[in-house]
């Protein structure tokens, strides 16, 4: 693996951040080194940053410091921090069954993906957004469940929840659609550049306050859990979320949007901010 000293340091920064260590055998795992280069690696990273691990002969491992926690926990807002998550989990994996590549896997889903996209479909359209073209595919939807042709001008690809969609122009509505990548198939990049621009996708451009609360429905001791777990024990967080993926974010938290009718121990959370955000549920 080729990677710029400044990308390297990062990349052992948050293993070290997450794993609680470095050493030679996770390197060569992880990254694919001889255990030379591996070696040289966690050398030059523990000259730079000496004050941020200690070697501990036991394990043959160096061992994070309070130091690097505290300087995290300094300069790590939520956001940051689920940055350097999501970085360290497409280092590692994440899975929901054993992988035969990993010895001893500690990081788990609980759940399986339920629609896997089709490798063939998402490269298609991941090269059509590149390419600025327009894209026929065959889909089926709820309203249209027989397969039928349709050409879009796809965006952006989307994970939500536990399933990848598009963001794209619909030739036939003339309108910024989603699509389920689960749901089509036979995908063509044309010969023709693409219609409606992102600029022009209000759903998408539009950025809304998503504010959290704990559900006022629990008792004052499981409102002060769910602050603690949630909000770092604020009595509630704000988050931005494009409009278009506002209902996917809702669904996902699995927050009450309607306080009388979503009750707890089912939600534990709820939107403060309902009214300002229900134009664009779906």
């Given at each position: 693996?080729?990677?710029?000293?400044?990308?390297?340091?990062?990349?052992?920064?948050?293993?070290?951040?997450?794993?609680?260590?470095?050493?030679?055998?996770?390197?060569?795992?992880?990254?694919?080194?001889?255990?030379?280069?591996?070696?040289?690696?966690?050398?030059?990273?523990?000259?730079?940053?000496?004050?941020?691990?200690?070697?501990?002969?036991t394990?043959?491992?160096?061992?994070?410091?309070?130091?690097?926690?505290?300087?995290?926990?300094?300069?790590?807002?939520?956001?940051?921090?689920?940055?350097?998550?999501?970085?360290?989990?497409?280092?590692?994996?994440?899975?929901?069954?054993?992988?035969?590549?990993?010895?001893?896997?500690?990081?788990?889903?609980?759940?399986?993906?339920?629609?896997?996209?089709?490798?063939?479909?998402?490269?298609?359209?991941?090269?059509?957004?590149?390419?600025?073209?327009?894209?026929?595919?065959?889909?089926?939807?709820?309203?249209?469940?027989?397969?039928?042709?349709?050409?879009?001008?796809?965006?952006?690809l989307?994970?939500?929840g536990?399933?990848?969609?598009?963001?794209?122009?619909?030739?036939a509505?003339?309108?910024?659609?989603?699509?389920?990548?689960?749901?089509?198939?036979?995908?063509?990049?044309?010969?023709?550049?693409?219609?409606?621009?992102?600029?022009?996708?209000?759903?998408?451009?539009?950025?809304?306050?998503?504010r959290?609360?704990?559900?006022?429905?629990?008792?004052?001791?499981?409102r002060?859990?769910?602050?603690?777990?949630?909000?770092?024990?604020?009595?509630?967080?704000?988050?931005?979320?494009?409009?278009a993926?506002?209902?996917?974010?809702?669904?996902?938290?699995?927050?009450?949007?309607?306080?009388?009718?979503?009750?707890?121990?089912?939600?534990?959370?709820?939107?403060?901010?309902?009214?300002?955000?229900?134009?664009?549920?779906?």
């Amino acid at each position: 693996m080729l990677v710029d000293q400044n990308h390297r340091f990062a990349l052992l920064k948050t293993i070290l951040k997450w794993e609680g260590r470095l050493n030679n055998a996770r390197l060569r795992e992880v990254f694919d080194l001889s255990g030379t280069r591996s070696s040289e690696w966690i050398k030059e990273f523990r000259n730079l940053y000496p004050a941020w691990v200690n070697w501990d002969a036991t394990s043959r491992s160096y061992l994070a410091t309070a130091e690097l926690y505290q300087l995290s926990s300094e300069i790590g807002a939520t956001q940051e921090e689920a940055a350097s998550l999501a970085q360290y989990l497409s280092l590692v994996g994440i899975s929901h069954v054993t992988n035969p590549a990993i010895a001893n896997p500690s990081v788990w889903s609980a759940f399986p993906d339920l629609s896997i996209p089709s490798v063939h479909t998402f490269a298609q359209i991941a090269e059509a957004i590149r390419l600025r073209r327009q894209l026929q595919i065959i889909y089926r939807s709820m309203r249209e469940p027989a397969p039928h042709q349709r050409i879009i001008s796809p965006h952006s690809l989307v994970r939500a929840g536990r399933r990848w969609h598009v963001r794209a122009f619909c030739s036939a509505t003339q309108q910024f659609r989603d699509y389920a990548l689960g749901r089509m198939e036979k995908p063509v990049i044309l010969k023709v550049s693409s219609e409606g621009p992102v600029s022009e996708d209000a759903g998408w451009n539009t950025m809304l306050k998503v504010r959290l609360i704990a559900h006022p429905g629990l008792n004052e001791q499981q409102r002060a859990l769910v602050k603690f777990e949630y909000f770092a024990g604020t009595s509630a967080r704000a988050d931005s979320c494009r409009a278009a993926l506002l209902s996917y974010y809702i669904q996902d938290v699995r927050a009450a949007t309607d306080q009388n009718l979503h009750r707890p121990p089912e939600y534990q959370l709820a939107v403060e901010n309902i009214e300002e955000l229900r134009s664009w549920l779906f």
